[in-house]
């Protein structure tokens, strides 16, 4: 357990270098499994979701070993076993992902139930309808998911909403299925493009096509390749919203403004600085901050991912400002802290026409306690608490908040949830110029 001191009322200022997307690192990490020789994948971010994904490769027979500084090799050449360590599940929702590599390599897969953060339910059913459309048995028994299929076939799968993780699942199971494989209404993120370029890499033969489908013609065989993992974008944004919601300026290195146009735009609405450049981008603070309405939505709509760290910044704007969640069913849980800290946000439902197309979640796991939106109002001074961390972006919300707070605040890190998706977070913040003790 961590647990992280924040002495707050401090302005950040100075540079910092992103590393590899965590949403695409261990997911390809995964994919190299596919292959019949080894593959290196280049510009990890050093994150405990990389040496969880490397332990459980490492425990399947495999190879995941570091070589270098932010460099891994994956060897599947030595894939032992179908089962992934059931007590694996509650810490990584990366545990559906190994199913295509093992049902190829054994025609059976067997994984526990994925964890990760308690951000909402995960829709499995997206990825098992996909997978037995692909011809595979999907059985639920005893907290474990076992899935067998003798051959895989090319299909025609539309998801019934947006997945993320259900389009890249179905993307590595349709690269060695027989024939091909089109898939509908297929997610857009640019994590998936870098799934799709590392696969293609391989030998794999997937295009995009207009109107969100993506084709895939299987190959009987892939080989190894060497990738370099796109800059992590959620990054990006905690260090944006940081530096402005605290009067700073700060450069992030390696961020890319194809990936942040929405987000860029909300900050030119809001009156917040930026600046783009070979280098990266610039984010700065150069005027008092306008509430501004965000409604999530899947990509390439303003991520859910982002939506706790905008809030956050607008807790320091003037006026009153609607954030609506419509990706995520349950994703306010770091609200009643930042109250507690002094800010002023309600949460409500909005009234919402033909709900069914409108929230990408799945209304039946939603429950009437369930809030869908924020209302913000400031500027809000705010102070110092002691709270312990819910999942990943609760704990860096909570963070920023607290070096723009009056006082200390005191963050109690149980399961290390913040180093999940950020690289030594407390020491980068202090070479930013803040105040932040780990003990």
Request: hydrophobic share 40%; glycine share 8%; proline share 4%.
């Amino acid at each position: 357990m961590s647990t992280f001191i924040v002495t707050g009322k401090t302005s950040l200022f100075g540079s910092v270098r992103v590393g590899g997307a965590k949403n695409a690192s261990f997911k390809l990490m995964i994919a190299a499994l596919l292959a019949d020789s080894p593959s290196r994948i280049l510009n990890f971010s050093h994150i405990s979701d990389v040496k969880l994904v490397a332990n459980l490769i490492n425990s399947l027979g495999a190879k995941a070993v570091q070589v270098g500084e932010r460099a891994y090799m994956i060897d599947p050449t030595s894939l032992q076993t179908s089962q992934v360590d059931p007590s694996s599940g509650e810490a990584s929702r990366a545990s559906t992902m190994f199913i295509p590599a093992l049902l190829a390599r054994f025609g059976q897969a067997v994984v526990p139930f994925p964890g990760g953060d308690k951000i909402g339910a995960r829709p499995l059913d997206r990825h098992f309808d996909g997978l037995i459309a692909l011809g595979a048995q999907v059985e639920l028994k005893n907290d474990q998911i076992i899935v067998t299929a003798d051959k895989l076939r090319g299909t025609t799968y539309r998801f019934r909403k947006s997945t993320h993780t259900g389009t890249e699942t179905l993307l590595m199971a349709a690269v060695k299925a027989e024939g091909t494989t089109i898939l509908e209404n297929a997610a857009l993120e640019t994590e998936i493009d870098d799934m799709i370029e590392f696969l293609n890499g391989m030998g794999a033969k997937i295009t995009r096509q207009p109107n969100r489908v993506i084709e895939i013609i299987g190959v009987p065989k892939l080989h190894g390749t060497i990738h370099k993992i796109m800059p992590d974008q959620n990054q990006v944004v905690s260090f944006a919203c940081a530096a402005i919601a605290s009067k700073g300026d700060v450069i992030v290195e390696n961020a890319r403004a194809s990936d942040l146009e929405v987000f860029l735009a909300k900050l030119d609405e809001a009156g917040a600085g930026y600046e783009v450049g070979k280098y990266g981008i610039r984010f700065f603070y150069k005027q008092p901050l306008h509430a501004t309405d965000i409604t999530t939505a899947v990509y390439p709509g303003f991520k859910t991912d982002w939506q706790p760290l905008w809030v956050t910044m607008m807790t320091q704007a003037e006026g009153s400002c609607i954030l609506h969640e419509t990706v995520t069913e349950n994703r306010f849980q770091y609200v009643d802290s930042l109250n507690t800290m002094g800010a002023q946000i309600e949460l409500f439902n909005p009234a919402v026409n033909h709900p069914e197309e409108f929230y990408n979640f799945n209304l039946e796991v939603d429950v009437p306690s369930n809030r869908h939106a924020a209302r913000i109002t400031g500027p809000s001074p705010l102070h110092g608490g002691e709270f312990t961390v819910k999942d990943l972006r609760h704990g860096a919300t909570l963070m920023i908040a607290g070096m723009m707070a009056e006082g200390t605040t005191i963050l109690h890190d149980e399961k290390d949830q913040i180093d999940r998706g950020y690289e030594s977070i407390d020491q980068i913040f202090q070479s930013l110029g803040a105040t932040i003790q780990r003990q």
